[in-house]
């Protein structure tokens, strides 16, 4: 069925279509769950004006706590204006109002553009659930956005959406969102989800960034509250609205033209506790186009009793044409142990190799976890690619 | 002692300079503006480039040893006199881009090639225009506004250029997206298409991305490695963010598939989670912090565990905090899970 969902949304494009239809097919086995993942996914463009998209998959085996062995991520026709002042799009996709939350949706949107820099946009379908789940009667949601350009430098958006579970209000949120260019080097933006059942700020995050030759610096604040975020229809939303917040600074530094180095200098807030959420990383690339690289990192992240420090090594080098060694190593070290281990090492060394349209990589995966002491996987893929040019 | 630490540095620094991408450019340069002041045609090297099509144009020892005869290095002269990632990138122009130096050669750019190969002037190495040098004749305004990339690239995905301008995606992009999108998500779909979003963003998508690009460390780097250890601790650290991605119920549909939570599920709170004094009694306090957290092994039926006190009349008492209020109705759920109808 989910074969025949691809096919007909690809035949729906493949007459008299001026670029290139694409499929590409991965299939990946592990020895763990899932064994065995077939993902297809194809997409098509009708004289520029119109694009079908569809991702299926299939496993061989459920995945733990779910009773689906396929699914449709995207099946999607988007089709515009030749201006593009007005698109629709049909169908499963990701959709994203401004502020508010993304939300995966069986249903359509469209986005038609005003005089005076005005855009609308509207959205309406039925939240997906798993397996083409069609047991749950009266989930639907509904929203749109407003926003205008304001000169050339920026934009200012208004959206509010509301969606239903079984027909009762699950969330309804007013968002506002914001982005300015403020100089040649400096932009900035900032979105606010603001929930209108509970009655209080969902979700908050402000950035700002500049730029001085090699160096890029950013300052942000995000804050959530979670109470506000799982749905209305939960218990769990009515016991009060705790903040969780987060603010630093990332400065993003070309140190040498291979060589960047990152430090994310942050703190975490959460009810009364206060901690330190540390990121320093380094990447170097061992030739020009980055086919190969070597990435350190150090992290000090977590509040309270589940602080931890961390380090990661990865690294890929390309040994042959078309041939490359990769490898990547963690270890984790929680402050407190609780019986779930001291040191939380994960690793992954891999093989892959890329010929025209063919891609295969084999990789072995170990670690020790709070879950098992010791496990040990072996991973394979093969990917193939087919275009009608 | 420091002296010899800084001259260590030097030597380190001098020694890795290649490695880190410092090279010194005079030597192996192409000399392209030695050859246009000494009045050598563009084309008496780029041979046919004025027909186009598919060939890259680019002089073979043939075409050099016309005039450089002998050679001064029985090497191949491109060998040295490239840049290393010259070729590829004109390899990468030619397969990602619609462009046609016959179609230009015919117009106002007809034995003006420096009009587009601006840095040749420069002495520059890098020959291949920049984006902002097309809008010099191609006004593009009209282009962004619609979207239509696809005037000039072929596949905007599949090209994966990423962008020079302010949406450079540097830094902490994964958790910058959100709030950068948020105000320009049309514009993410010019170069990505519905699917990018929906493999971290999508109900069913087959699995967490890193897992599918596993040979590529640089690739999808959120729950990469050793996430599934540490997931908990970072859930903790950021009450709410896994709700940007994912519904409260897949986390309980996991924890109880893994023995985690439901009811062969062992008691993970310990002492003083419960009881009858406000020392006594953690899990209010930590309901608050992150009731997402309580979700993900409490939500749906698991629920019930907190009405068996809390509801109206219960020991428990008032969940809610002083001043709370809601629009939903008392005979909506959850309300009336603790709220009997008639009950206030």
Redesign the interface.
């Known amino acids: 069925m989910k074969l025949g969902a691809l096919a007909v949304v690809l035949a729906g494009v493949s007459s008299a279509t001026a ?1 290139p239809l ?1 499929l590409r097919g ?1 299939a ?1 086995a592990t020895t763990t769950s ?1 064994a065995g ?1 077939l ?1 297809l ?1 194809g ?1 098509g ?1 009708l004289e ?1 004006r119109v694009t079908a ?1 569809a ?1 299926v ?1 299939m ?1 061989s085996q459920r ?4 009773d689906v062995t396929g ?4 099946i ?1 026709i ?1 089709a515009r204006t030749r ?3 007005r ?1 629709v799009r049909v169908g499963r ?2 959709s ?1 109002l ?2 508010l ?4 949706l069986d249903g359509g949107s469209l ?1 038609v ?1 005003l005089p005076h820099e005005v855009e609308i946009e509207g959205v309406a379908g039925i ?4 397996g083409l789940g069609t047991g749950r009667a009266w989930d639907w949601v509904v929203g749109g956005r407003v ?1 205008r350009r304001i000169a050339d430098t ?4 208004v959206a509010y959406e509301q969606r239903r579970d079984r027909g ?2 699950a969330s ?1 949120e007013l ?1 506002v ?3 300015a ?1 403020l100089g040649k080097r400096t ?1 900035a ?3 606010l989800a603001y929930d ?4 209080g700020i969902a ?1 908050v ?3 700002a ?1 500049h ?1 001085h030759g090699a160096v ?1 610096g ?1 300052l ?1 604040a ?1 804050q ?4 506000h ?14 903040p ?1 917040q ?1 603010a630093g600074t ?1 400065i ?1 530094w070309r ?5 960047d180095v ?1 430090a ?1 200098l942050a703190c ?1 807030r ?2 009364s506790d206060l ?1 330190p ?1 540390v ?1 320093g990383r380094a ?8 086919a190969g ?1 070597v ?1 350190g990192e150090l992290r000090r ?3 309270g009793a ?3 420090i ?1 380090a ?1 090594l ?3 080098v390309p040994v042959a044409r078309g041939v ?1 060694i ?3 190593l ?1 270890l ?1 070290i ?1 402050d407190e142990d609780r019986g779930r281990g001291a040191a ?3 690793g ?1 060394v ?3 190799w890329q010929r025209a349209d063919w891609e295969a ?1 084999i ?1 072995v ?1 170990a ?1 020790a ?3 098992y002491r010791q496990r040990l996987d072996a ?1 394979f ?1 093969l990917s193939r690619r087919w275009s009608t040019k | 002692m420091m002296r010899l630490v800084w001259i260590g540095a030097v030597v380190v620094l001098v020694a890795c300079a290649g490695v880190l991408g410092f090279r010194t450019t005079a030597t192996d340069v192409f000399p392209h503006r030695k050859h246009v002041t000494a009045g050598v045609a563009c084309t008496r090297c780029h041979v046919g480039v004025e027909r186009g099509g598919e060939a890259l144009h680019l002089p073979d020892d043939a075409t050099c040893t016309t005039c450089h005869n002998p050679p001064h290095d029985s090497r191949p002269c491109l060998g040295c006199h490239a840049p290393a990632d010259a070729i590829g990138r004109l390899v990468e122009a030619r397969d990602h881009l619609k462009f046609d130096h016959a179609r230009h050669l015919q117009g106002e750019a007809k034995g003006n090639c420096m009009r587009c190969h601006v840095g040749v002037a420069d002495g520059d190495s890098a020959m291949r225009p920049v984006m902002a040098t097309c809008f010099n004749c191609h006004a593009h305004d009209s282009g962004r506004d619609a979207r239509t990339c696809s005037t000039c690239h072929k596949n905007l995905a599949e090209e994966g250029s990423m962008p020079r301008s302010h949406l450079a995606h540097e830094g902490d992009w994964i958790r910058e997206h959100g709030t950068r999108a948020a105000s320009s998500g049309d514009l993410c779909q010019t170069c990505h298409k519905e699917s990018f979003c929906a493999d971290c963003h999508g109900v069913t998508a087959p699995s967490i991305p890193a897992k599918r690009r596993f040979a590529d460390p640089n690739a999808g780097n959120l729950h990469r490695a050793g996430f599934a250890a540490r997931h908990s601790l970072e859930a903790r650290a950021q009450p709410g963010a896994c709700a940007t991605c994912h519904q409260p119920d897949r986390c309980a549909s996991c924890h109880i598939a893994r023995g985690v939570a439901g009811d062969t599920a062992g008691n993970p709170h310990g002492a003083g989670w419960v009881g009858l004094t406000a020392s006594e009694n953690r899990h209010g306090r930590e309901a608050r912090r992150d009731p997402s957290a309580c979700a993900s092994c409490h939500g749906g039926a698991g629920e019930k565990l907190c009405v068996t006190c809390h509801a109206v009349g219960g020991v428990g008492g008032n969940p809610h905090p002083p001043g709370w209020s809601s629009r939903q109705p008392m005979t909506s759920m959850p309300c009336r899970m603790c709220h009997p109808i008639g009950a206030r």
């Open positions: 670029d694409r991965d990946l899932p993942l993902v996914d997409d463009t520029d998209e991702v998959w496993a995945s733990p706590g779910e699914d449709v991520l995207v999607a988007r201006d593009g002042k698109t996709f990701v994203s401004g502020a939350r993304p939300l995966h986005r553009r939240p997906v659930v798993l926003a920026g934009s200012i958006g009762i209000r309804e968002g969102d914001v982005g260019e932009d933006a900032a979105r209108l059942l509970g009655e979700e995050g402000i950035t960034s730029r890029r950013e942000y995000t959530r509250s979670p109470s975020l799982v749905p209305a229809t939960s218990l769990f939303s009515v016991i009060g609205d705790v969780a987060r990332v993003t140190a040498a033209p291979r060589l990152i994310d975490l959460v009810d901690a959420d990121t990447r170097l690339r061992l030739d020009d186009r980055a690289t990435t992240s977590g509040v589940d602080a931890w961390g990661r990865a690294a890929r490359a990769s490898t990547e963690e984790v929680p939380w090492p994960w992954l891999a093989a892959s990589a990789a995966e670690s976890t709070p879950e991973l893929q």
